[in-house]
């Protein structure tokens, strides 16, 4: 069985699929050969498709990238991945990362918005410097040269986001919040 790598976002400029196919072409140039088969499943749609699909055909990568549309049950999707990709030019939270890592992901990503602060690089996955394409292939070879760490490094991940990120975690400080205004309102009333 190969390896599936994956991403869920819309197809936009910010997402950094155009940066994805550079590194994969840099590989391809290098001479790089992972020791086993690996795809790129790219779930969501949006108005850069064609230009992404074009891209990649340039590259001589198109074989190696599916784009599979719009992700109706996303925790299935990440489910049948063994890592998570998300090279992106800007995030905030990056909501999909924590998802990736929350079901045993590592995460290749960009170390912008959130994602520099919850991924923790070559421990539970690889962070990069964004828009940086030899990083960005850098990663991706060692992920691929090495898919008897991916495991490890998913259940780090997973380790490490659950307990900040869980729905425990939120409601806890959610109601912390409402403890702290509470006792402002009775203070003020006072």
């Given at each position: ?19 994805l196919?550079?590194?994969?072409e ?12 690996f795809e ?15 891209r990649?055909?340039?590259a001589g ?13 996303s ?15 800007a ?7 924590h ?22 690089d070559?421990?539970?996955g690889w962070?990069?410097?964004p828009?940086?394409i030899?990083?960005?292939?850098d ?9 008897e760490?991916?495991?490890?490094m998913g ?12 729905a ?5 400080h959610?109601?912390s919040?409402l ?6 309102r ?5």
């Amino acid at each position: 069985e190969g390896l599936r790598l994956g991403s869920l976002g819309r197809l936009h400029t910010q997402k950094g699929y155009d940066i994805l196919i550079d590194a994969l072409e840099i590989l391809k140039k290098r001479g790089f050969t992972a020791p086993v088969p690996f795809e790129i499943l790219i779930a969501g749609d949006g108005l850069d498709r064609d230009k992404i699909l074009l891209r990649a055909q340039f590259a001589g990568v198109a074989h190696q990238i599916h784009l599979v549309g719009y992700a109706d049950n996303s925790q299935e999707f990440l489910a049948s991945l063994h890592v998570y990709l998300q090279p992106s030019r800007a995030e905030g939270f990056a909501i999909a990362v924590h998802e990736a890592m929350q079901v045993g992901l590592p995460v290749i990503a960009s170390a912008v918005g959130q994602i520099q602060y919850t991924v923790q690089d070559r421990r539970s996955g690889w962070l990069v410097p964004p828009c940086n394409i030899a990083a960005l292939a850098d990663a991706l070879a060692d992920a691929l040269s090495h898919p008897e760490k991916l495991a490890e490094m998913g259940q780090v991940a997973k380790a490490s986001v659950y307990p900040r990120y869980s729905a425990e975690a939120f409601r806890h400080h959610g109601e912390s919040i409402l403890e702290r205004l509470n006792a402002i309102r009775l203070d003020q009333l006072k």
